[in-house]
């Protein structure tokens, strides 16, 4: 079954605000952690990942933090845009070229 | 254009019909996966090759569900006697040690 999950089904947030989506798992195994972003009629695009030995990785605008204690990954990105609508995706896997076990999405709104 | 790409992106069939899809991942890529997506659910592993052997299947790759990458570039997933079961987006991603890159995806409506 299922080892992954999201908080929320939705998130509105105001352009230019930064986004918090959150993600919680269950299978501590997992040796990489992955955010995907998957705009409408496209398949999901990778984002960035964290390996299960660190707490807190960054890239353009965007950071991932991984909490081991309370199975906790979220995705952060600052200054929301309009073009960051879409839905996200936590996945974990044990490598990173391993089949990968996707969560159900959050889908992120930007408000004008 | 060099990411993956998958062929046709729409398929629309009657159940019991045989459909068959393509894929042609990224230049060199060694391994390949087929991955189904229903709506408002998050992709599920389906299969992986590396180069042209099938090292892993999933359960929910019944026997009407067939997979091959003959020569280790493209692949191919064939569905057998579609159900309405099987509507949904089939995504192919591809990887060389790294992170998988995906497709579009082609999606099946059977009616």
């Known amino acids: 079954g299922e080892s992954v999950g999201l908080h929320l089904p939705t998130l509105s947030v105001q352009e230019g605000d930064n986004s918090i989506i959150n993600c919680a798992y269950s299978?501590?195994?997992?040796?990489?952690f992955i955010w995907y972003k998957q705009e409408s009629g496209k398949g999901p695009q990778f984002i960035i990942d964290?390996?299960?030995?660190?707490d807190k990785r960054q890239g353009q605008r965007v950071t991932v933090l991984l909490n081991k204690t309370v199975k906790h990954l979220s995705l952060q990105i600052a200054a929301t845009q309009p073009g960051d609508s879409a839905v996200y995706f936590c996945?974990?896997?044990?490598?990173?070229?391993?089949?990968?076990?996707f969560g159900k999405g959050t889908r992120l709104h930007i408000l004008p | 254009d060099t990411g993956v790409s998958q062929d046709p992106r729409h398929k629309i069939t009657k159940r019991g019909q045989n459909v068959t899809f393509r894929c042609d991942p990224i230049?060199?890529?060694?391994?390949l996966y087929w991955y189904r997506q229903t709506l408002g659910q998050g992709p599920e592993f389906l299969t992986y090759?590396?180069?042209?052997?099938?090292?892993?299947k999933s359960r929910l790759l019944s026997d009407r569900f067939s997979a091959e990458r003959p020569k280790g570039s493209f692949s191919t997933l064939e569905i057998q006697r579609t159900e309405q079961g099987d509507s949904a987006m089939y995504l192919c991603?591809?990887?060389?040690?790294?992170?998988?890159?995906f497709g579009p995806g082609t999606r099946l409506t059977v009616l």
């Open positions: 299978n501590s195994a997992s040796d990489y």
């Open positions: 230049s060199e890529h060694n391994r």
């Open positions: 090759f590396q180069n042209e052997a099938q090292l892993e």
């Open positions: 964290i390996r299960s030995n660190m």
């Open positions: 996945a974990e896997n044990k490598g990173r070229d391993d089949k990968i076990i």
């Open positions: 991603a591809s990887s060389e040690y790294n992170e998988q890159f």
